[in-house]
């Protein structure tokens, strides 16, 4: 029997969970729409999402979604479906990828610096636009973080790009790099050679962040999840990652929800 004090523990983090998820309100069905038709493939091209986002231009103009930078995502779904866009609309777009692309060149040289010069885990925005979005320029990145075992500190590069150094995956339990280190795979970001997760093990950390966090503040985590799910990764160590890493009930939540939410 689990002892009482862990019991209230756990109640009062539900209940935590609860509140936060009460304080924010659902997606908007065209934003719903807007982050299916970012995910659409010649496969899939999800024509009904398409013409579910009716005047496309307010959907653009919400805060969440121009925080999220998804203009360049959703130009190469519509070209990679043969989606006919506005003139205008298209050539929004086109500026927001050219946009993307640039900054990408930009903060090159600060990645490579500081990858190449720290020993660290690249974790989530800037790992996973290089290893499983289709062009790291399509998914919008804030900064740079890495789980590194000495530090834990936030810094601004010279370039101004930010980086935020951890020596936990989480806030409420210890993952450390003596825990991920044995699972990592080599990646190349920026040209530089880096360590990032396993797929499974980063869709975990992506999921068991965003839960702590309360549902989804954001809307770049779910995009990462389905970009994670489509690169095939192993179920099983999902299952296994989470109980080892002690989130597995957080991360079941986080799945459960970019399920109803995406599809």
Known sequence: MTPA??????????????????????????????????????????????????DIVTVLKDAEVQRAGLLALLLHAAEATGVDLDPSLRSRLRAARLHAELRLEMIGPALRETLTEEAGVALRGIALAHTVYPHPALRHCHDLDLLTSHRADATV????????RHTSLFRTRHVGTREVENNTVNAEIAGAGAQVLQPADALV???AH???????????????????????????RVHYTAKRW??????????????????
């Open 246 to 263: 002690q989130v597995a009930r957080p991360t079941a939540r986080s799945l459960g929800y970019v399920r109803r939410l995406l599809g």
């Open 157 to 164: 590069h010279p370039s101004g790009f930010p980086v935020s």
């Open 5 to 54: 004090p862990t019991r209230l523990r756990q109640a009062a983090r539900r209940r935590l969970h609860a509140a936060r998820q009460a304080r924010v309100p659902p997606l908007p069905q065209t934003t719903r729409h807007l982050l299916r038709a970012c995910l659409a493939t010649p496969e899939d091209p999800r024509l009904d999402d398409w013409a579910g986002l009716g």
């Open 210 to 236: 965003a839960a702590a966090r309360g549902r989804a503040q954001g809307l770049l985590w779910c995009v990462d999840v389905a970009m994670l799910l489509r690169s095939g990764v192993d179920l099983d």
């Open 205 to 207: 950390h992506v999921c």
